[in-house]
Antibody, heavy 119, light 109 residues
Framework: QVQLQESGPGLVKPSETLSLTCAVS?????????WGWIRQPPGKGLEWIGS???????YYNPSLKSRVTISVDTSKNQFSLKLSSVTAADTAVYYC????????????WGKGTTVTVSS | EIVLTQSPGTLSLSPGERATLSCRAS???????LAWYQQKPGQAPRLLIY???SRATGIPDRFSGSGSGTDFTLTISRLEPEDFAVYYC??????????FGQGTKVEIK
């Protein structure tokens, strides 16, 4: 059974960099699929942040592209998100997910982690 | 960038009734790349439908998807108590980006 688990600081100061990691179990990242990050501000809808293919190719939301970096560490079977210059608008629940190629849907999700941007 | 607009924003229905949710795209979307998700409070979204009309593993057959081009529909034939939730459509575009609609809340009338 494939499982994803997000981890990282729950509180980040404005202007700093948000860093999260998604640990994958039950499946080897290097075997295929895309891996992605999605966020949900309090009381709002879902926003795709970016995705990375198992080969390392990255794809980012144009509205966040200048601040986002997604990377993969196959040796640890995990992938990571960095979001720089955060503001209060970046406060959200952050989810990691597995994205199925060919149809490009998100079939496995982590439980999500809440990140608050505040001084 | 393709924008997905879901309607209505809120649907108030009783258990046993039929729910029809709409997802309209600002330009044509490949049916292969249109998915629907269900989200309950405090939980991650769950995949319901992919390829516009294929049910994901373990999804009851009261859930069905249809549509093509710019108009897609999620239908719940008979609402069960556990179906009251927020539903999102999602598409994958030619510029290698993913977008979600703003969601439709199905609430108990």
């Amino acid at each position: 059974q494939v499982q994803l688990q997000e981890s990282g600081p729950g509180l980040v100061k404005p202007s700093e960099t948000l860093s999260l990691t998604c640990a994958v179990s039950g499946y080897s990242i290097s075997s295929g699929y895309y891996w992605g990050w999605i966020r949900q501000p309090p009381g709002k809808g879902l926003e795709w942040i970016g995705s990375i293919y198992h080969s390392g190719s990255t794809y980012y939301n144009p509205s966040l592209k200048s601040r986002v970096t997604i990377s993969v560490d196959t040796s640890k079977n995990q992938f990571s998100l960095k979001l720089s210059s955060v503001t209060a608008a970046d406060t959200a629940v952050y989810y990691c997910a597995r994205l199925y190629p060919y149809y490009y849907y998100m079939d496995v999700w982590g439980k999500g982690t809440t990140v608050t941007v505040s001084s | 960038e393709i924008v997905l607009t879901q309607s209505p924003g809120t649907l108030s229905l009783s258990p046993g009734e039929r729910a029809t949710l709409s997802c309209r795209a600002s330009q044509s979307v490949s049916s292969s790349y249109l998915a629907w998700y269900q989200q309950k409070p405090g939980q991650a979204p769950r995949l319901l439908i992919y390829g516009a009309s294929s049910r994901a593993t373990g999804i009851p057959d009261r859930f069905s998807g249809s549509g093509s081009g710019t108009d897609f529909t999620l239908t719940i034939s008979r609402l069960e108590p556990e179906d009251f939730a927020v539903y999102y459509c999602q598409q994958y575009g030619s510029s290698s980006t993913w977008t979600f609609g703003q969601g439709t809340k199905v609430e108990i009338k």
